[in-house]
């Protein structure tokens, strides 16, 4: 039970570290995002760009989704407009899930004590870059956590069973990574743990891909939330970030075994091989869409229409 509870604390942790990124992230850079948005949005490939460029940023696709929203609630910015940016958001996101392969256990402590102490320093560009650097030590401790407890949660029974369903059954590990994802509200913390098993030799690799897909489209519940009130406009956008990825999941789910097969050449360690494979899924999903976006929007028009 202990282990299970640290655990626990360390999804906490990674959420955390992933709000705190943010927040430093965003306090540094606000006041030209929107302003970016709504400019640089005249077609689908601009947005694309700048949805990635944007969300690989603040770290966070949720964040320019809810930000999206917000802009086309109050009619500053069309949702003709946002289908570039939801294409680019997917592709953005990958570069924390990139990012947390990185073996930086030596310099976390450091970078938690900078963190810390920059945090404590009255301006505000300087606390804004502590905000960033403490989020990025939290998120590598968590990540640590995820790996050192892995084999110790298999001594509860429940945890066990759980994980030898996830590795017997691709439609399991699917819907558990979309149920855990639209509760802890973070793909990257979702398919963060995944990589602490695959590390630790617990879960397969088919299962964590498995996870890593149903994580893509349990990330999306935030966008419908942050639409509720918004108008018409601002709910075709969280459908449109719903829609991308249940087809990008639907295509993808044949491909996993092939994908397995591959992985030894994309990577050596299991949890880089996910990494590298969700780029792929991400990048993929939102390229075979791009050309046909304008198509896109009208079949979202169509399946949403009141």
């Known amino acids: 039970m202990l282990y299970l509870l640290l655990f626990i604390v360390c999804i906490l942790l990674f959420i955390f570290g992933m709000n705190v990124i943010r927040t430093g992230l965003f ?64 592709i953005g996101t990958t570069f924390k899930t990139e990012i947390i392969t990185f073996n930086v256990d030596p310099a976390i402590v450091p970078l938690a004590i900078i963190g ?54 691709i439609f399991f590990s699917l819907i558990t990574g979309a149920i855990l994802t639209s509760i802890i509200q ?6 963060g743990i995944a990589m602490g098993f695959l590390t630790a030799g617990l879960l ?20 419908i939330i942050a639409a509720i009130g918004g108008g018409q406009e601002a709910k075709l956008a969280a459908y449109a970030h719903v829609w991308l990825n249940v087809f990008g999941v639907m295509l993808f789910i044949p491909l996993i075994p092939t994908l397995v097969h ?3 050449y994309l990577a050596k360690q299991k949890d880089v091989q996910l990494a590298h494979i969700s780029v792929i899924f991400n990048v993929t999903s939102s390229l075979l869409v791009l050309p046909f976006a304008a198509k896109f929007g009208k079949m979202i028009l169509y399946l949403h229409k009141k």
Do not use: Y
């Not at 606390?127 to 001594?155: D, N």
């Open 27 to 90: 306090n540094l850079s606000a006041h030209k995002l929107k302003n970016w948005l709504i400019k640089v949005t005249s077609t689908p490939f601009k947005g694309m760009l700048t949805g990635t460029f944007i969300t690989a940023l603040l770290q966070s696709s949720t964040a320019v989704m809810v930000i999206t929203i917000g802009l086309i609630s109050s009619k500053m910015m069309t949702f003709p407009q946002s289908i570039g940016i939801i294409l680019g958001t997917n």
């Open 116 to 169: 810390a102490s920059l945090i404590l320093v009255k301006g505000r560009k300087a606390r804004s870059i502590g905000l960033l650097i403490f989020g990025i030590a939290s998120v590598f401790t968590a990540m640590k956590g995820f790996e050192v407890l892995a084999h110790p949660l298999t001594s509860v029974p429940f945890v066990k069973h759980s994980l030898l369903s996830l590795n017997d059954s």
């Open 186 to 191: 973070s793909s990257t913390a979702m398919t």
């Open 204 to 223: 397969q690799l088919n299962a964590g891909i498995a996870i890593m897909l149903g994580a893509n489209i349990g990330t999306c519940i935030t966008a």
């Open 262 to 264: 591959f992985s030894p």
